[in-house]
């Protein structure tokens, strides 16, 4: 019976070390840095083009909570996208299947999912919604990415994968030389790690950790909503979202989309507190 047990445990140790995630967001670095803080994961942060950075996560959160690698890098998307003027795009994949998950502020998230051996699950929809959000070219890239919906018994799901990270170059994605959607974490950590202009993304309290995102908003196009009647509007949405979305994340015991709306309900009061202190300066 021992021997079972043990057995099983090995297969699903296998099965999880077969899976791994990419965060890409579509703006630099120092900008996507205080957001990553605020998922209180450890994080590597890479240059992934002129426009784009990538996040490799160091830490496995689905080896461990139980939650899959698509519900946790989707709820990790979404939270840095709130508030963002740029979105968040999650790349996951595990033995089983691949996909990716496109956050972008409010909006409700977008995804596409293929079986391992390239059978797709998804609706076309998705990806024309995924093309208009990404501002791609909706003749030739609307094309590609239909191809990628098409049955293709020559195409697994490491393949559909690669072929949207084609897609994503024209629109000034580059990924660096070893990040290959389908490799295991522990790979993606270790090509992360070796690049010189890594930076390392680690927790450092709610007062850095807020300071640092509020500074960061003020110098974008979102500045003249931290302060105001626009803020105190922006400020009561998020509030207002945050708490439905945190009851749903507790009651399908997703962490990652308990995170997404506490992160809207902390941003929500902070909003109001930063927006107070303004005001007295």
């Keep these: 019976m021992s021997h079972d047990t043990s057995a099983a445990s090995d297969s699903e140790l296998a099965h999880a070390d077969a899976a791994g995630a990419l965060l890409l967001c579509r703006a630099v670095p120092d900008a996507v840095a205080p957001g ?5 994961e450890r994080m590597l942060l890479a240059h992934a083009g002129p426009e784009w950075s990538v996040l490799v996560p160091e830490g496995t959160p689905w080896l461990h ?40 502020g409010f909006r409700r998230t977008v995804g596409y999912e293929w079986l391992a051996n390239g059978t797709p699950l998804g609706q076309d929809e998705a990806m024309r919604t995924f093309a208009a959000r990404l501002g791609l070219d909706p003749v030739l890239d609307g094309q590609s990415l239909v191809e990628l919906t098409r049955t293709d018994t020559d195409a697994d799901a490491r393949a559909r994968m690669l072929g ?38 680690e927790w450092p309290g709610w007062r850095d950790a807020v300071r640092d995102e509020f500074d960061v908003v003020a110098g974008t196009r ?7 009647p626009n803020a105190r509007a922006l400020s009561a949405a998020q509030l207002a979202t945050g708490l439905p979305l945190a009851l749903w994340g507790v009651r399908h015991r997703s962490a990652g989309w308990v995170v997404a709306g ?3 309900l902390i941003n929500g009061a902070l909003g109001l507190a930063y927006d107070r202190m303004a005001a007295r300066d």
């Excluded at 949207?164 to 993606?188: K, N, S």
């Design 36 to 40: 990553a803080q605020l998922l209180r």
């Design 65 to 104: 909570g139980g939650e899959p690698v698509d519900r946790v890098l989707g709820g990790w998307a979404a939270a840095l996208a709130v508030g963002a003027p740029w979105p968040a795009l999650a790349l996951w994949w595990d033995d089983d299947r691949s996909g990716y998950t496109l956050a972008s």
């Design 164 to 201: 949207l990270i084609t897609v994503l170059t024209r629109a000034g994605l580059t990924l660096p030389a070893g990040l290959v959607p389908g490799e295991p974490a522990h790979r993606l950590r270790e090509v992360a790690r070796s690049r010189p202009d890594v930076q390392h993304i």
């Design 222 to 228: 979102l500045g003249p909503w931290l302060r105001g």
């Design 262 to 264: 506490s992160l809207l």
